[in-house]
């Protein structure tokens, strides 16, 4: 049975504030979009520079891309910098116990999901990258091997995903253009991602063939590009 709630002399009854869960705060960092593209002996991540707070841009060129591992892994990061930046710490920490990256990467993702303080604190997801396989970790222990050789994450990972599986089978594209022009889709579709790119490319030896010592023009880290 119902009963009215009874109210005091003057009292006031304030019904409960229910926030929407797409609402923003808006001193909350969002949004990014990071895209790794493997092809024809290439391995690129390409991420976007731009920094938002609520409605505001508070930054144009942040790097979301970084080496490991001398140059032999690639990652990219959506999410918290700080956050991010201690996962990479992480990360490189389990590929000097596991010099394979799957493996290093399952490790890191049961360590991040088994301890309490890293699934709730840290908020962030990796794209990593090797010479063998491409993977995304996320916070909920996840990881996410793909086949074929693409993936996108940040608010545009999607808009970039899709691009780059439409323009990955054009014979006279490079993985460095694939990855370019599915970025500048995701520029103009996602409006927390600008077209200030940061760019991991490593190269794919051989079968049978030693990767060369510092790579190509005696850089083993990669070919880092600003746009």
């Known amino acids: 049975r119902f009963l009215p709630k009874v109210l005091p002399p003057g009292g006031v009854l304030h019904r409960r504030s229910y926030t929407h869960e797409s609402e923003k705060d808006p001193n909350r960092m969002y949004a990014t979009t990071v895209l790794s593209v493997r092809k024809n002996g290439k391995?690129?991540?390409?991420?976007?520079?731009?920094?938002?707070?609520?409605?505001?841009v508070v930054k144009d060129n942040a790097k979301k891309v970084r080496t490991l591992q001398d140059g032999r892994v690639i990652t990219g990061f959506a999410g918290a910098a700080v956050d991010?930046?201690?996962?990479?710490?992480?990360?490189?920490?389990?590929?000097?116990?596991?010099?394979?990256?799957?493996?290093?990467?399952?490790?890191?993702?049961?360590?991040?999901?088994?301890?309490?303080?890293?699934?709730?604190?840290?908020?962030a997801v990796l794209v990593v990258a090797?010479?063998?396989?491409?993977?995304?970790?996320?916070?909920?222990?996840?990881?996410?091997?793909?086949?074929?050789?693409?993936?996108?994450?940040?608010s545009g990972g999607v808009y970039a995903q899709c691009a780059a599986l439409a323009l990955k089978d054009m014979p006279d594209l490079s993985a460095e253009e694939v990855a370019r022009r599915s970025m500048k889709i995701a520029s103009d579709t996602c409006i927390y991602t600008?077209?200030?790119?940061?760019?991991?490319?490593?190269?794919i030896p051989p079968e049978g063939e030693k990767p060369k010592e510092g790579g190509e023009g005696g850089e083993g880290k990669g070919d880092a590009k600003k746009e």
């Open 43 to 56: 391995v690129v991540i390409i991420g976007d520079g731009q920094v938002t707070q609520g409605s505001f």
């Open 84 to 123: 991010a930046i201690t996962l990479f710490e992480k990360l490189e920490a389990k590929l000097e116990q596991y010099p394979q990256l799957l493996r290093a990467a399952v490790e890191l993702a049961k360590e991040w999901r088994s301890d309490k303080h890293l699934r709730r604190m840290l908020n």
């Open 130 to 154: 090797d010479k063998d396989v491409s993977l995304t970790l996320s916070g909920n222990g996840d990881v996410l091997e793909h086949g074929d050789g693409v993936c996108g994450i940040g």
């Open 194 to 203: 600008n077209h200030n790119y940061v760019i991991e490319i490593l190269d």
